[in-house]
């Protein structure tokens, strides 16, 4: 069997298309190609550690889906101890046959050990397998940073909310 993907205009995509970046700082994306994701059920796995930055990324991803008219009811939000077990969680999600896309959330903040760099690793690597396990979106939504602050700026400060990106991402892969 042959697969002839649909062309999309992918300049348009490009131009149009703009994360946090240094020159741009508010949370943008590129929704033209959305799909109507009114019947999408999502998965939310948020860690623990350092909810009160967690929560707020949660808040934004929960927004975008609701934005983008996904029902309330179709959305589970899930909460792991901590990054490291967001791979777990994010797998459990996955498993559920209803489940079409799963979002993981965590902070990670650089500390005195090289904690950070084995769990960063950890769960990006986990995810990508549960992803390709399970064959659904499952995106990444792991602020890694120095400093508290630089999370803070990233949990609806000025580089945005990077819970807003990755429900965008989720819709973004359903929309393929
Ligand atoms: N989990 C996080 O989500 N963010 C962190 O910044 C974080 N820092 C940690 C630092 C150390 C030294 C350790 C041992 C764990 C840390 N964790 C953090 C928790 C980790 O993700 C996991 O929940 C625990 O290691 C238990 O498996």
């Given amino acids: 069997m042959t697969f002839k993907p649909r ?7 490009i131009t149009k298309r703009s994360m946090a970046t240094a020159l741009k700082n508010l949370s943008e994306y590129n929704q033209n190609k959305f799909t109507d994701i009114s019947q999408k059920t999502f998965g939310i796995v948020v860690a623990e550690w350092h909810d009160d930055i967690t929560s707020v990324l949660c808040q934004g991803a929960v927004d975008t889906l609701l934005k983008h008219g996904a029902k309330k009811e179709n959305i589970y ?20 046959e ?16 090289k904690h950070d760099d084995y769990i960063n690793n950890a769960v990006a690597n986990g995810l990508t397998n549960v992803a390709l396990k399970f064959n659904k979106p499952v995106s990444f939504g792991l602020v890694t940073t120095n400093t508290l602050e630089q999370a803070l700026e990233r949990a609806g400060g000025k580089h945005g909310n990077k819970g807003v990106e990755a429900a965008a991402a989720a819709i973004g892969m359903l929309s393929f």
């Fill in 98 to 113: 209803e489940i079409d896309a799963v979002i993981c959330i965590g902070v990670v903040i650089k500390g005195d050990t």
């Fill in 77 to 96: 939000i899930n909460t792991v101890p901590g990054s490291f077990e967001l791979t777990l969680g994010a797998q459990f999600l996955a498993l559920q």
């Fill in 7 to 13: 062309i999309t205009n992918t300049e348009q995509r």
